[in-house]
């Protein structure tokens, strides 16, 4: 089973997304949340790197979109917007969660 | 006498919600504004992220602070400087900001733009001719 | 700490704030006047409905500098003073009527 990485801090502001990235393995998934949502959102300067990553599929967490007033047609297309529920539930899907904090 | 008028500007850098850094700044604004001084905000890196509009945190359970920001004005806080380039690497317009206004009482409550959005060249000149500068 | 409003228990802070704003209800102005030895008129009431819409719309408790400057602006420049307000709430515009309004203390008040 896939792991899942999750990343809670701003891209623009800490290492943790790019370093994420340069770990995630194909077929594993990375869930955005609280800041780390802004690296989800189009038209940024560090919008290719999510673009650019092979095989792994990206979920951002919508309660923490709309606090922070960005609408899901900011989202980069192709990222899947989940709420708590599914949060859990990829959770408890995947082999073990790597929490990039 | 009353003493000399200083100049504080302080700077925002930080998202909303993530850390209590942009609330805490707004309180200390807040609370600096009794003082009587020469008082600006910048908005500059993740900072600009406290000023986007529509924001609604119902379902996260925390304090929608946004509102506030358009306190300021009652604060005699009208300058608020949102740096351009930040805005920018976010895919962000002005358009996004909230419309943050000011009443001027000397010409009728007169509404006025209280958002400047300024280039880094010119938010270095703007820190330059400050007295205090805070960071948040 | 508690206050008793028609037979509902309503949680304050150690100051007579109320711990929570939704608690809020006319009865809870009443009491806490009455606690003070404060008769509420339409001119108090006024300045009560004005700090919560206040509230509703900035999320904070102004602090009494603005709340004069708004009140003369909304309510006429005659009580749009302190020694209006004052007169009102003797133990401070700020303090007293953000306590009776359901409001938490106003930012900047020590």
Known sequence: ?101 | MSEAIKKFLYLNRRAPYGTIYAWESLEVVLIGAAFDQDVSLAFLDDGVYQIVKGQDTAAIEMKNFSPTYAALGDYDVTKLYVEKESLEERGLTIDDLMDLKWEDEDEDWAEKDSIKVVSRFELARIMEGQDVVFSF | MAIEVNGKSIETDEEGYLTNLNDWEKGVAEIMAKEDDLELTDEHWDIITFLREYYEEYQIAPAVRVLTKAVGKKLGKEKGNSKYLYGLFPYGPGKQACRFAGLPKPTGCI
């Open chain 1, 1 to 101: 089973m896939s792991e899942l990485h999750t990343v809670n801090k701003s891209p623009f502001e800490k290492s943790s997304f790019a370093s994420c990235l340069e770990h995630v393995l194909e077929g594993s998934a990375v869930l955005l949340y609280e800041d780390g949502i802004y690296a989800a959102t189009k038209g940024t300067a560090v919008e290719g790197k999510l673009k650019s990553a092979q095989g792994v599929k990206f979920y951002v967490l919508g309660p923490d979109l709309k606090a922070r007033g960005l609408g899901e047609d900011r989202v980069i297309d192709g990222v899947e917007i989940v709420d708590y529920e599914a949060f859990v539930d990829l959770a408890a899907e995947h082999s073990k969660v790597v929490a990039w904090v």
